[in-house]
Structure formats: C-alpha cells, structure tokens
C-alpha cells in the first residue's frame, strides 16, 4: 500500500468499516499521476489538494465512491484525463459525480448570465447531493490554504463562502463544515475584528471554564441519579456565531459569552425528555426558550431538544438535549446518512439519500427548477434560509427579492432600489394592478410603476404599512433629507440678508475657512450644519455675522476690497506663533498658524499659505485641501518646525472597536491617563456592531503620539486606531 495513502485509510476504517480500499488506492494512482506536473501556489504538489478534500470527507463518514470522485474531481477540468476514459476506469457513478463538481466549478456565483451552467447544477445536485459535499470540502480545504492568494482573490472567496457555501452547509445540516467555514471567511475578511473576539474570549475562558465544569457536574450528577447514560459537555464557541450573535441580537460581547452552553448526548428519543425533565426540576427555565426539534425536526434533519434555564448564580444556561444518533446528523448532516441507516422519523434503506426524501428545501428548488424561466434564481436562493419569516418574490425579469412576511409592493420597491422606491406609484402583481399597501406571498411577480416628475417622492402614509427596516429608514431619512435641505436654504439667505443689512462683502465673507472655523468653534461638523441650524431658528443669524466679522479682524478688515485679498500680504505686529512651532522661510515674523482641516505636527510634510487676517495658515502636504491652494501659486510659502516647549499641537484619532456598553468612558479616560487635552469626541456605530470613534485633542510632544495609540489599543474590544488626516475627516 502507498504510505502516503496510510491516514486517509486509517480514518476510513474507522468511519467506513466496509469501504473498498483498492478501488480508491486506483483512484489516487490515476489522479497523482494526471496532476504530476502540477503545483498549488504554496509550492506543494498538487496532488495533496485532492487527497486532504478526501479526507476531510472521509472523517465526515461518506461512502468509497465519494472519496475517489473527491480524489478525481479535478483531473477532467485541469489535465488531459477525459470524463469518457474516467467512466470506463471507474463507472457511470464516479463519473457523474466528477462530471457534477467540474460543472459546479464553472460557476461565477452571483453571475446569472451563465444560465445553461446553473441549471446543470441545481439537476447534478438534486440528482446525486453527494457532488455538493464533494463541493464544500473543496472548499473548506481551499479557506484552509487561502493565504497563498493574492489578496483580491481571498476577499472574494471569503465572501462567497460566507454568503453562499456556508449557508448551503447549514442547509445540509453539515455544522462542523459550515463553523470552520465561516471561522476562516470572518478571519480572512475582518482579521483585525477576529483577532480583537478571540483575545476576548481567551481572556475570559478561565473564569467561563470554572463556571461551566460547575454546571456540567450538577447536570451529570442528576442524570446518574435518574438513571440515565448520559454524556455532558460544553459547547464550543466559534467566533463567527458570536459576532452574529452580537449584530442579530444587539448586544454587547459579555452577555452572549457569558451565556453558557452545554450539550447532553443520551442513549434514545426516551432519554431526551427524561434528561429535560431533570434538568427543569433542578433549574428554573426561560420562558419561550423551549424549542423541541425532536418531535419538528428543522428542514436540514436538526434533531435536538433546546432550552435555557436560570443556572447557579442567576447565570443563564443554554442546553441542547440529544441522542448519538441525532448528534452526528447535526455534525455532518446529510453526510451522516452513509454511517447512519437510520433517517428522521425511522429507519430507511443504506446508502444514497433520495433526492427530496426528507429535506424540504432541495425539493423546493427543484419546483423552482421546473417554474421558473431564469436559473439564475438558484443562487440568490442560496444566500437566504428557508424560513416562514420571509417572502421570496420576482422582478419582471425573475430576480429573486427576499422580503419579510407581510411585505408590500412599498417593500419591493426600496429592495429593488431606493430611487424606484422614492418615485413608486403603483404595482402590478402576477399581471393585476394592486394598491401599494397589499401584501404579497411568495412566487409573486412584481412590477413597479414610477414617476418621471423631479418633484416626485414617499407618501408618509406609507410608514403605517411597510414591513422592511430598509424601507422604513429610506422613507425616513427622504423626509429629513427634504426638511433638512429647506433649512440650509432659510439659514444661508437669513446670513446673507443680514450681511446685506451691514453692507458686508458676501462673497469675501461666505467663503473660505473663516465660516467653516465658525462652524466648528460653535460645535457644528461642517458650514451645511451651521446654515440648518440657523433656518431651523437654534442660531441666530445676527449672531453668526458678528462672531464671523470679530474672527477675521473686525469690520474694518471686513470691507476690505476684494480684489486686495488676492495678494499676499506679511503680517507684523501680530502675536509670533512661536506656540505653532513652525517657521517661515525668510521672515520670522510672521504670525503662523496650524490648519485644522488637517492637524499638521512635527516630522509631517508642511506647506505654508499666505491667508488675508489669519497671517500663514499651515497645511499637511497630503492635505485635501493642498491641491486647491496650489491654484494661487503667489500665496505658497515654505515653512519648516521649530516646535519649541511651550508649543501645542492637535492630532486627530481614529478608534474602531466592536461596540458595547462603557467603550467612549473607557477611551476618554485612557485618553486623559495619557495626559492629553481632549477637545471634541464623536461616535457612530455601524449595523454590524462596530462603534467608530473619533477624538480631537492637544499634545505638546507629537513622539508621545505611539504611547497614546498604543494605550488605546489595548482596551477591551478596540480592533484598530489611527491617527486621521482631519479633526472633521
């Protein structure tokens, strides 16, 4: 025997007792010798893809003819083998299931052009399932070597993975496939969020692990006194569920984690209520967190009793409750019917799962297969779960659209896009016309009427119906967005009349930094905030005109004439701005002063610009606002540092962290421990729980910049911090 061959016969044995040895030695033989030549990107040869697929699938349980189309599924696409000579060395079903992964690799997922291509997948994998494990275990065995590939390529696997292999995993009940799947996807995409879960977790395990052999020896002390052979352990955690966890649920890392797990493997169906019985009679249970799979299993064949009770401390405790038998179907899913004989809801026959015997949703696309006229549907299909909670219905064109239940043409609308749902006028389903409020069910043909007016927009009454966050919020935001555009308006022609009132120069006056330096002393983030605020009646515009004449030198300075702010102009008599740290080019004595569109400090590359009141204005050479100034030429001036003790200079951060209760404290206050003067702070947290802060404040030594970030870092959920280019950026 080939030594080479040794482990994956070692795990045959054990998982396949009566699998034939010598007809998968052949199929490694041929394959080995078809991909001689070849090498993967790592540099190994590139048989040992092909050999670690099957044995992953042969750790699953699976039959001998998987394992040599595993061996084989790539030598028809990649060498000169073709899938006439593989059908006479290995037969009609090895063939097909080769034949069924080459076309399975030809797909561009999320690309409906190759129409012909995915029809031939939904019919290869309703004709023999065993083509999509083949499918996932390359794919798994791919994400275990992703880091070989260009980062492009990793990206866009990694979200293919998570969006539709995954989902298509847990379809097939196959857990254990699907967790590591989403493990390596999540770290390959997020690395900085994955790294910040894990140090979380690992920080926690001691004080989590003590609390969990507590509950796991009282469980099994019960069921030792009831009389019943039970196995009980903890659930493992993966880091992908706990961050969904965190998004789905909305809340903070501790109280999912602190949510304990346990899982109660037992002998038979009997044992299962027994075991549960126990359980709530030491333990208070939740109410409404009983679900009982055994008597309903899920679509994927899921068997298991779930509930959570109130455990020691007041702590709550997850538990699963299952047989042997049902926990190896929920490991390796539809896999496990080639160890397992027997199916959901009694015994069946050996081997091949029939196509749609007891799994809901392959029977479903085939009925898709058959209705409708775009396959393409296949693989948006994929990307949802088979849930009553949502409504699957067309475009004209048969795109799929998932809605939720209940949802109305409105709802369509805004998921197609948000302008056709702003100018929405009415629908037409399945040929009819409806009113918009109606609800629609699934496999409805949607079309949408929309208005060609400029004017055209949402009605208010349409919040009473929808059904979508998405729609709702777009319906929303177009009213805010409308009052809020009507308020800039009133605020910038109130500023302008008032000016007018002084006989001020508007246009001198209106432009430049001088409004925007306005705008952020009275805590306004740009020039458009301030202008609301003053339509919406906050400010008043008198006041904004004073302060705005008094920041540029008074009214003097003000009815300047024009034309003269064009030339450069040396300022003397001014305070020095020594305090800046920076120095012009020939002149000493020119009042300097730092930008704060970019917040310049030592060791950046700096230019000066002659300003008309402001003496020079101090920009960072990558500064967004560089490109402009070089447009007058005649005002740049060179200018280096000379940062001298008593200079101070302001440094904008930013901090992206998974968000939770306490995290703007906690930064403030390491912030403040490092002996910085904070001056504005703003948060934002994005909807999939990533708080990004943004801190503005003052440093006398810019060096001491490393220690700030890096004390930063190390509070509990921050994945990254930087400094930015802007305290408004």
């Not at 997948?121 to 260009?150: C, E, F, Q, S």
């Not at 052999?213 to 955690?237: N, T, Y």
């Not at 079309?447 to 927009?457: L, M, N, R, V, W």
């Not at 540092?641 to 930013?654: C, E, G, K, M, R």
């Amino acid at each position: 025997m080939n030594p080479v061959l040794e482990p994956l016969f070692r795990t045959v044995r054990a998982t396949h007792p009566k699998a034939d040895l010598r007809v998968i030695e052949r199929a490694y033989d041929v394959a080995a010798y078809h991909h001689r030549d070849q090498k993967r990107k790592s540099g190994d040869p590139y048989i040992t893809h092909p050999l670690a697929v099957a044995t992953i699938l042969a750790e699953l349980g699976t039959d001998d003819e998987t394992l040599c189309a595993a061996l084989l599924h790539d030598t028809v696409e990649d060498t000169a083998y073709s899938l006439d000579e593989l059908r006479g060395d290995f037969g009609e079903t090895i063939a097909s299931l080769v034949d069924g992964v080459t076309k399975l690799d030809k797909v561009k997922f999320g690309d409906a052009a190759q129409a012909e291509t995915v029809r031939k997948m939904v019919v290869a994998m309703a004709r023999d399932i065993r083509v999509l494990i083949i499918k996932l275990a390359d794919r798994l065995h791919n994400m275990r070597t992703m880091r070989y590939l260009p980062e492009h390529k990793r990206h866009q696997k990694s979200r293919e993975t998570l969006e539709i292999f995954a989902p298509l995993a847990h379809r097939l009940g196959m857990n254990t496939i699907k967790w590591e799947l989403e493990d390596l996807a999540f770290a390959m995409l997020y690395p900085k969020r994955y790294d910040e879960i894990a140090r979380m977790v690992s920080e926690r395990a001691p004080r989590r692990d003590l609390f969990l052999q507590e509950v796991i020896e009282k469980v099994s002390g019960d069921l030792r006194e009831a009389k019943i052979r039970a196995v009980v352990k903890g659930r493992p955690k993966h880091y992908y569920s706990v961050y969904q966890k965190m998004i789905a649920r909305d809340v903070a890392f501790d109280d999912i984690y602190d949510l304990v797990g346990i899982r109660v493997l037992v002998d038979t169906v009997r044992d299962c209520y027994a075991a549960l019985g126990t359980i709530h009679a030491r333990w208070n249970p939740v109410p409404g967190r009983f679900k009982d799979y055994i008597a309903m299993p899920k679509f994927n064949m899921y068997q298991s009793l779930h509930t959570t009770v109130i455990g020691p401390e007041g702590k709550p405790v997850e538990l699963q409750i299952r047989t042997h038998a049902m926990h190896h179907r929920a490991e390796y899913g539809v896999a496990a019917h080639w160890k397992y004989k027997e199916e959901v809801g009694g015994s069946g026959p050996p081997g091949k799962v029939k196509p749609g015997s007891d799994m809901a949703w392959l029977r479903q696309l085939l009925d898709w297969q058959k209705e409708t006229s775009d396959p393409g549907e296949f693989l948006d299909s994929l990307r949802f779960d088979l849930s009553v909670s949502e409504v699957y219905v067309f475009t004209p064109k048969g795109q799929v659209i998932a809605l939720p239940e209940g949802a109305t043409p409105v709802d369509f609308a805004y998921a197609v896009h948000t302008e056709v749902g702003h100018r929405c006028i009415g629908a037409r389903v399945n040929g009819r016309l409806v009113p918009l409020e109606s609800r629609l069910g699934n496999g409805d043909t949607v079309e949408i009427f929309t208005s060609k007016s400029p004017d055209a927009g949402p009605s208010r009454d349409w919040l009473k119906f929808v059904k979508s966050g998405r729609a709702r919020n777009k319906i929303r935001q177009w009213f805010s967005k409308e009052r809020r555009e009507t308020a800039i308006e009133a605020g910038k022609e109130a500023i302008g009349r008032a000016m007018r009132k002084q006989g001020l120069p508007l246009q001198r006056l209106m432009s430049g930094e001088a409004l925007l330096a306005l705008a952020r002393d009275l805590r306004y983030p740009d020039v458009s905030a301030l202008y609301a605020a003053v339509g919406e009646g906050h400010t008043a515009a008198q006041a904004v005109v004073q302060k705005l004449v008094a920041s540029i030198g008074g009214v003097d300075s003000a009815e300047e004439d024009i034309a003269e702010t064009a030339l450069p102009t040396r300022l003397r008599g001014r305070p020095r701005g020594g305090g800046a740290g920076v120095v012009v080019a020939g002149d000493a004595d020119v009042w300097v002063r730092l930008s704060k569109c970019c917040t310049p400090v030592p060791g950046d590359e700096i230019v000066g610009f002659v300003t008309r009141g402001h003496g020079v204005s101090v920009h960072r050479g990558d500064c967004t606002n560089v490109q402009q100034l070089k447009s007058q030429p005649d005002r740049l001036v060179e200018v280096s540092w000379s940062p001298s003790d008593d200079s101070v200079f302001l440094v904008a951060i930013q901090v992206e962290a998974l968000d939770r209760p306490r995290l703007l404290s906690d930064v403030t206050r390491t912030l403040s421990d490092q002996h910085v003067n904070i001056l504005s702070a703003s948060v934002t947290t994005s909807r999939d729980r990533v708080a990004i802060s943004k801190f503005t404040f003052e440093m006398g030594d810019p060096k001491h910049l490393g220690h700030v970030l890096k004390a930063v870092r190390s509070i509990q959920g921050v994945f990254d911090v930087y400094r930015v280019s802007g305290a408004g950026s």
